[in-house]
């Protein structure tokens, strides 16, 4: 069984660009999760989709971020514009629903520089 | 003050030592308490799941939960070089994962 995907697995961008991530979740599983990762630390949730709606989106900073999850299986989040402090590993991870085990990907290393 | 607490370490010891890692909290609605591995460039994988205080053994791995003194433990017997990782705490809140920030283990052949 493949597990989830992410792509790309690295990106080195400017400040001030956009910047989109791609994550395509476990077959079957409902609950995808969008997670941020600065270096030496957790990650933190951003964002968790039941299906296609977002139901826990309090720790995405609305300004620049956004996500969706428009046919409730692969998703994109993106940033526009980036910042410095936007550096980090995104991961996505995806669940068959919400208190379930969590499946993560391998992540996405954003530089900004 | 974050949720949950964990030392960074790095943490480097021989093979065949014995491990211990752990983690403190301060919110006791947590109830749900996990332990996550994490190899360099690649995202966590969940090791151990518990749920009530006392001790849960899987093979190497002992993890132990002291919800009293909101203080949960993971003990790695006998480790090998492949044990080193990157090791997260986490625990769960409303359905939502609280990691700690991880502790780095080097195990030296």
């Known amino acids: 069984e493949a597990g989830v995907v992410q792509s790309p697995r690295y990106k080195i961008i400017e400040k001030k660009q956009p910047v989109a991530f791609w994550c395509n979740p476990i077959s079957g599983h409902n609950t995808l999760y969008w997670y941020r990762q ?74 900004v520089l | 003050q974050k949720e949950v607490e964990q030392d960074p370490g790095p943490l480097s010891v021989p093979e065949g030592a014995i491990v211990s890692l752990n983690c403190t909290y301060s919110n006791s609605a947590f109830q ?45 017997r006998d480790s090998q070089p492949s044990d080193s990782a990157t090791y997260l705490c986490a625990m769960i809140n409303t359905g939502k994962l609280i990691f700690g920030q991880g502790t780095t283990l080097q195990v030296k052949p």
């Open chain 1, 38 to 111: 600065n270096l030496g630390q957790g990650p933190e949730l951003l964002i968790r989709y039941e299906n296609e709606e977002a139901v826990d989106d309090s720790q995405l900073p609305k300004d620049r971020f956004s996500a969706e999850r428009l046919k409730g299986v692969d998703s994109t989040l993106k940033i526009q514009p980036a910042e410095l402090g936007d550096s980090a590993v995104y991961l996505c991870a995806s669940s068959i629903s919400s208190g379930n085990e969590q499946f993560f990907g391998p992540g996405t290393r954003l530089t």
């Open chain 2, 32 to 76: 749900y308490f996990m332990w996550y591995r994490q190899y360099s460039r690649k995202g966590p994988e969940l090791l151990m799941y518990t749920y009530s205080s006392g001790n849960k053994e899987d093979g190497r791995f002992t993890a132990q939960v002291d919800k009293s003194s909101k203080y949960i433990s993971l003990f790695i």
